[in-house]
């Protein structure tokens, strides 16, 4: 397909779906930045600089960035340590310097090592903390804004939800609940011929329109506006220009500002890949994102967001997934939304400030549910407990604790279930027995490590004696050193004490493994060719079973 053609060939929906995103990105860029303690516009100006300079930078077609809630704790202790918010933005500098740098050491392909499972159950997990996360907006309960929703953040509480739910303002339920029931029609064959207008949009439009007539009405349920977007309205372009802070350059003499910008870039970078890869997965034309590129992308991004008084950014699941729900083709959709938060900040952010904030909550609900939906749990299921398990787990575990920690607990117990399966099949066998002996075949693995020492050391202690083996290396891409020397000493020593003959096949010279008969040798010496031997196959544990109960 023509370049030019695959990204402008889409633009209607990719503009429509850069007004959604701009919209859920908007309260999200401000929330973000009042949770880190920073200026409420910075946390806009990182919104700009993610979609407009790294989403043309990027590789990806559907991946939106901007100020992410992983990062809040670590922003929030940075400028409190830093005491000064002029001097936190050399840090954000430094850590774009140092993504672009790992991007040139090809540092992307971590992404490629995290299990499908895992990433599943980010997104599953991602979905669930957007449900618990936006009830309080969705039923206009303000004082729960230090729940704010995030990509990853802390975990959340159970009490707040609760009171959320016992304070409920019915202007705002009335306005999530109709944006609900919308977005579930919109997906029926009814509206169809509506799909072209998307959901998202209209839901929005309905929740400024039903909150005008409460306030027209004079109703109790009319909404405030703490329940309202809420963006800084400058009176002048001065005025706006003057929301923008350059950097203390005295910073960059500090140790503090090093250290943290090298804390910044790593989680932001590690964060950036794990939701380039749920993105990936998300997107319904299957493209693949360069990772190393977008590293790079990232890593300029951040340096201009330093440079203009920004917000460290990352790629975000939740404004990615919201842009990929909203009908996104290409990169066209997130570089909109960024000119959107530009513009509308500077001309119309009063306009802005009457969207409610429940008709939002109403997007993301939806959006995080589309995340965890039963189909994905089914198809974890169907795959067997090696899958199932370690996508409960990091669900789980992302709604909590945070991203990075549900991530590094479905891993370690990937690691685990990859370390039992290579210990449970070291080898596959095939055992005949004939009237003059057994003669057994042991085929190893590609892989053999230490893990499989025990089994193999426990296998070879149980050939029967006056028997013949023959051990096929074949296939084998690398043997254990341990192994090795369970293998050499079987043959010189336990095989003779036994009278086993034993045939090594297929070893690698650098094994320097003992000299033995050969497999037609061994087979030759032990056959009767009119004589139909007993057969048997299959893996270790079959085997040692077989040997055991022989010997009883």
């Known amino acids: 397909m023509n370049q030019n053609k695959s990204i402008f060939g889409y633009i209607k929906r990719d503009a429509l779906a850069g007004l959604i995103v701009f919209l859920i990105a908007l309260p999200l860029c401000l929330g973000i930045a009042q949770a880190s303690g920073a200026p409420l516009f910075s946390g806009v100006v990182a919104g700009i600089v993610g979609g407009i300079v790294i989403g043309a930078l990027s590789g990806s077609a559907l991946s939106v960035v901007g100020p992410a809630a992983g990062l809040t704790a ?62 309080p907006d969705a039923v206009g309960f303000d004082q729960a804004k230090k729940a704010i929703m995030s990509d990853s953040d802390d975990g959340f509480s159970m009490d707040t939800i609760n009171l959320a739910l016992s304070h409920v303002e019915w202007g705002a339920a009335l306005i999530s ?48 506006d703490t329940h309202l977007v809420s963006l800084p309205v400058a009176s002048s372009f001065q005025e706006f220009i003057g929301h923008f802070t350059l950097p203390n350059w005295e910073g960059f003499k500090q140790a503090k500002v090093w250290e943290i910008g090298a804390i910044i870039a790593v989680v932001a970078s590690i964060e950036t890949l794990l939701c380039i890869e749920a993105t990936d997965k998300l997107d319904p034309m299957k493209r693949y994102t360069p990772t190393n590129r977008e590293l790079k992308a990232q890593g300029i991004g951040n340096m201009v967001s330093g440079l203009i008084g920004g917000l460290p950014v990352t790629s975000v699941i939740v404004r990615s997934s919201a842009n990929i729900n909203a009908g996104a083709r290409t990169k066209m959709s997130t570089i909109i939304h960024g000119m959107l938060l530009l513009v509308c900040a500077a001309s ?148 003779q004490e036994k009278n086993i003959t034993v045939s090594l096949v297929g070893f690698k010279e650098e094994y320097k493994v003992p000299k033995s008969a050969s497999e037609r040798e061994v087979v030759h010496a032990l056959v009767d060719e009119n004589e139909s031997p007993r057969r048997s196959s299959g893996t270790y544990t079959d085997l040692l079973e077989q040997l055991k109960n022989d010997k009883n």
């Open 74 to 135: 670590i922003v929030l202790a940075a400028i409190s340590d830093l005491k000064a918010f002029d001097i936190f933005l050399c840090a954000v500098i430094v850590a774009g310097a140092l993504q672009m740098l790992f991007g040139f050491l090809k540092a992307g392909s971590f992404s490629n090592y995290i299990p499908s499972s895992v990433i599943e159950g980010m997104l599953a997990g991602i979905g669930l903390t957007i449900i618990i996360k936006q009830i």
């Open 177 to 224: 609940i109709l944006g609900l029931v919308l977005l579930v029609l919109w997906q029926t064959k009814w509206f169809r011929k509506l799909s072209l207008v998307p959901s998202g949009l209209v839901v929005v439009v309905v929740g400024v329109i039903i909150n005008a007539v409460l306030i027209s009405n004079g109703s109790v349920h009319a909404l405030e």
């Open 348 to 495: 119309i952010p009063w306009l802005l400030n009457l969207i409610p904030k429940a008709a939002l909550a109403a997007i993301l609900i939806y959006t995080g549910y589309r995340l965890c939906n039963p189909k994905s749990i089914k198809h974890m299921w169907d795959g067997g407990w090696t899958q199932f398990v370690p996508y409960v787990a990091t669900a789980l575990a992302v709604v909590g604790l945070d991203l990075l920690k549900g991530v590094g607990i479905g891993l370690l117990i990937s690691i685990f279930y990859i370390l039992r399966q290579n210990m449970r099949i070291p080898f596959y066998y095939i055992r005949n027995t004939y009237k003059a002996g057994d003669l057994v075949k042991l085929t190893l693995a590609q892989e053999v490590s230490f893990l499989n020492k025990a089994s193999i050391k426990e296998t070879l202690d149980n050939i029967p004696a006056n028997s013949s083996l023959i051990i096929d290396a074949s296939l084998t891409e690398y043997i254990d050193f341990d192994v090795l020397d369970i293998i050499k000493e079987f043959h010189s020593i336990k095989a």
